[in-house]
């Protein structure tokens, strides 16, 4: 199969929230009040907050553009890119695609000269941490301040409570 990870326009932006809505009620016993639900669970509204601030992408299947596989988006922060969201579509985890998309958003990185690539991942959710071990990122701070202090700040406007700070360094072939 070919998969291929499409930049969505501003007006395509509905499928990639639908792929992230349908993990939101994995996630929400873990959430812990009203900006962790409205990080995880998207809306229009915050598109329209949203969408100037990253490239946004959707994973599918070449043959078949109509079900999004996944949706992942990141942006350039200094000297590397933060993942916002990654997430494969609820119905179709643990078949392999986590990686795929991966392998696909990491070259997007290394076009945009950038060897370094950092993550938030809720400190509740083992499945996502141990995906992103085996995906190679190594786990870089737990502590809240020292999160929010971390390279003079860069991450703080975008640290939610709860969350571990996670970073794999790319290798430029």
Known sequence: M????IQRSK???ESFMIVVNTNYYKLKPY????YQHQAYFLTPKWVEKNYTKH???????SFIKTKPIGSVSFKKIVDFAYIEYFFIHDTLTRQGYGKIMMDLIEKKILDRGLTKIRLFVH???IWAQNAYKKYGFKLVLSDKSEIREFENSRLAPYFITNHLLYEKKLNNF
Do not use: S
């Not at 070919?2 to 990870?5: A, F, G, H, R």
């Open 55 to 61: 490239f946004f992408y959707i994973f599918h299947n």
């Open 2 to 5: 070919v998969y291929e990870l």
């Open 31 to 34: 959430l812990k009040n009203k």
């Open 123 to 125: 400190k509740d959710a």
């Open 11 to 13: 007006d395509e932006m």
